[in-house]
């Protein structure tokens, strides 16, 4: 990306004080470095790289300002949907006019363009490892840090919510030992990022780290039991609204929830509760509560936490809380790594 250290204007997250350049590209060109340093020098290395994007404002290289993409944003059944029965910030968010999505549109199109430049990094760094002959002794994982709605139920451009649009990401893993263009059915969450590091690296992992190591599993391994949840939380903070308008983030916009999945009983359910509180995080008196069966409502329009049956309610929110306050993912901590 030697191009990427000529550019000196904005980047896509600071105006350079201290060096000039495109802000993902100088951290490809100073990964390619670190990589050709440590290798040169025979140390073992781990190069975490985190560019900014594509998050907002999600400016573009020069050099791809003009790429084409796709139109714009996915125009799924959750655009522009109507949601009365969720929680306050999205049951209340109006219809989206035209200018609105026209706007959504031009945030998913620039968003695409910044990935280039992310997709300018992994090309490099894995054509490098080749180039210096440790490809076959290195693992490469490619995950984000969360997901991202774009007009799903009128809400505008940003995350903090609980549906699948914000919490599913992508997981991708190379390396030693894992067969290519294999893939692994199981539920997975960020806690497990540490355990599976640390295994891939030959140190123990410690029983009182939450998650447990993936590399078994990217390997092919099949455990007689695994989790069929994984826990989710999010504490809302101070009112702020995205570029069209719409609340995107709120003090009492606080929940806990459970993700179920599993292959062996077929579940496949979201369950969350809401606290009205700005400082309590107890959730003893939670003011709403969402459910979705998102086998049959994949698109989570549906909330049946009304209509379901009390006893299957009451069997979640026990599920829910056992894991609140849980820690660590050894072999005696059921509510943690819950087995099936």
Not at 63 to 80: D, I, M, Q
Not at 117 to 145: K, M, P, Q, R, Y
Request: hydrophobic share 35%.
């Amino acid at each position: 990306f030697a191009q990427g250290h000529s550019y000196g204007g904005k980047t896509d997250w600071v105006q350079p004080t201290s060096h000039f350049g495109y802000h993902t590209s100088i951290i490809g060109n100073h990964t390619l470095d670190f990589i050709r340093n440590s290798v040169a020098a025979k140390r073992p290395f781990m190069a975490y790289v985190a560019p900014h994007a594509p998050h907002h404002p999600c400016t573009p290289a020069p050099w791809y300002t003009n790429s084409p993409v796709a139109a714009g944003a996915p125009r799924s059944k959750a655009f522009n949907a109507s949601s009365p029965d969720k929680h306050w910030i999205v049951s209340q968010q109006p219809p989206l006019t035209a200018g609105d999505a026209a706007q959504l549109d031009g945030v998913f199109r620039n968003r695409t363009r910044t990935l280039f430049s992310v997709d300018d990094i992994v090309h490099d760094t894995v054509s490098l490892l080749l180039e210096l002959g440790v490809a076959n002794n290195t693992f490469v994982l490619f995950t984000s840090d969360h997901g991202f709605h774009l007009g799903q139920y009128r809400l505008g451009s940003a995350k903090r919510q609980v549906y699948d649009t914000d919490l599913r990401i992508p997981f991708l893993v190379t390396g030693p030992g894992i067969l290519k263009g294999s893939s692994v059915a199981a539920i997975t969450s960020h806690v497990d990022l540490a355990p599976t590091i640390l295994d891939m690296a030959g140190v123990p992992v410690p029983k009182a780290m939450d998650g447990v190591s993936l590399l078994p599993l990217m390997r092919g391994s099949k455990p007689g039991r695994w989790r069929q949840q994984v826990f989710v939380e999010y504490q809302g903070d101070g009112i702020n609204r995205d570029q069209i308008g719409r609340i995107q983030r709120a003090p009492n916009n606080t929940y806990i929830a459970i993700r179920q999945a599993g292959a062996e009983n077929g579940v496949n359910l979201a369950y969350a509760e809401f606290d009205a509180s700005e400082n309590d995080f107890s959730f003893k008196d939670p003011y709403f509560a969402e459910l979705y069966d998102c086998s049959a409502d994949p698109e989570q329009l549906t909330n049946l936490a009304k209509s379901v049956q009390p006893d299957k309610l009451h069997k979640l929110k026990q599920d829910l809380h056992s894991m609140q306050g849980c820690s660590g993912s050894g072999d005696d901590s059921q509510t943690c790594f819950p087995l099936v």
